[in-house]
């Protein structure tokens, strides 16, 4: 089967460049263009003359690496996806993956040479559609401008599921800021305007706005996944400090007859999470019946003394830990540790950011009671979309436990 999408594919070899465009053509790829020159590649994708909806590019080549061809899309302002292709060691390719995400693009993943045609497939797969390729903006967004969109109403809730590996059922989903903007008809995620809300203290009417509109949302979520299903918003470390935080998220959800067992608070740190305001309010969540959650567990101050002896309900293992962690064995010791611990601690473990087939295989067999989250799985979506991806996925479970069958 044809497919219509223009495919740029940047190595100094033209040998692998060769392989490459012969796979693609086998998946249905006519519309490739093959780059052995780095340059010459940018100078056609600046000039865009054609659009192209998938750069491959190798990351090491001599005088123009893979790392400044990344660097430079993100300045030409790319809007497709980018895919790095490397025969380097994991930590140097995983490093480059997450300098492309600061550099504003759209990052599909990483292949490993020798190239396969399962990879290649497997990575072409992910790519999204393009109401869901959402990017951030370059610049902050300005404080009108938020607010602006908050009175209107445009700041909405996406969800993305956390899924049983072995029940295949969606135990609970994340909460995840969007602002819609009605005259571009796009999706702005928060890279473009958290900043503007910390900055200009808009984080608490930013948290209201969104567990208002998720709490309204529980009756359609629960109409999907069950009556059992759970929701997690996100709270920073720093929001804590105000001790009054606890009491009205208690009284916002009972106003909507909405359980607080049904909520999860994911804290997130960008500073240490010690004050005795920030422990104080943490422990009130945790007295009115609201479930904790330590997010991004592997980066900045997460770590295990918080969960030694802070009332967490649940930790998320960030992206970095689970990235091919079927090869990576320090992620494999790291995790391994967590499940442990959830095991003595009835503390639940969700893995964040699982995104090849490789990764959900390892977990699912070595750890089957641990929540699976990512874009594997699904993408955020609004609550509209919820349903039909669910109907979907249950569709492909049953195919897939008919065919090991």
């Known amino acids: ?74 300045k030409m302002n790319f809007r497709g996806a980018v895919c790095i292709i490397s025969d380097l060691e994991n930590r140097v390719t995983e490093l480059a993956a997450e300098i492309a995400k600061l550099q504003w693009v759209y990052l599909l993943g990483s292949i490993s040479k020798p190239i396969t045609l399962d990879a290649l497939e497997k990575t072409l797969n992910k790519l999204p559609k393009p109401h869901e390729m959402q990017f951030q903006q370059n610049s902050a ?5 938020l607010i602006k969109y908050l009175i209107n109403g445009s700041v909405v809730p996406y969800y993305q599921p956390k899924v049983n590996p072995v029940t295949r059922c969606v135990e609970s989903v994340e909460v995840l800021a969007r602002i819609l903007d009605a005259d571009s008809g796009g999706v702005i995620l928060p890279g473009s305007f958290l900043s503007t809300a910390v900055q200009h203290d808009l984080v608490d009417l ?37 001790l009054s935080i606890p009491n009205r998220l208690g009284a916002l959800f009972k106003e909507k007859n909405v359980l607080r067992q049904r909520i999860t608070l994911e804290i997130t740190e960008e500073s240490a999470l010690n004050s005795p305001e920030q422990l104080e309010s943490l422990n009130r969540l945790r007295m009115q019946g609201f479930g904790v959650s330590l997010d ?13 002896h802070l009332p967490f309900t ?18 494999q010791a790291i995790v ?15 893995a964040e950011g699982v995104e090849l087939d490789e990764e959900l295989a390892y977990l699912t067999s070595h750890y089957p009671n641990m929540l699976i989250q990512g874009f594997l799985i699904c993408h955020p979506k609004p609550i509209e979309e919820l349903e039909a991806w669910y109907v979907k996925w249950e569709a492909q479970c049953e195919l897939s436990d008919k065919v090991k069958s």
Do not use: W
């Open 206 to 242: 930013l948290t209201t706005t969104i567990a208002e509109k998720t709490a309204s949302d529980m009756e359609t979520l629960s109409a999907i996944f069950g009556q059992d299903v759970t929701v997690s918003i996100n709270l920073s470390a720093e929001q804590l400090d105000d």
């Open 314 to 331: 649940e930790v998320k293992v960030d992206r970095s830990l689970i990235s091919k962690i079927h090869t990576d064995h320090f992620g």
């Open 1 to 74: 089967m044809k497919n219509t999408k223009h495919v740029a594919v940047i190595d100094d070899s033209e040998s692998v460049l060769l392989l490459i465009q012969k796979m693609l053509s086998c998946l249905g790829y006519e519309k490739v263009s093959c780059f052995s020159c780095p340059q010459t590649a940018l100078d056609e994708i600046n000039i865009g003359k054609t659009h192209y909806d998938v750069v491959f590019t190798n990351l090491g080549m001599p005088d123009i690496d893979g790392m400044c061809v990344i660097r430079e899309l993100g």
């Open 141 to 145: 967004m300005a404080r009108e401008a």
């Open 296 to 308: 991004d567990f592997g980066t900045g101050f997460a770590n295990f003394r918080h969960l030694r």
């Open 336 to 350: 391994r540790s967590l499940a442990d611990f959830s095991l003595e601690s009835e503390c639940k473990v969700v």
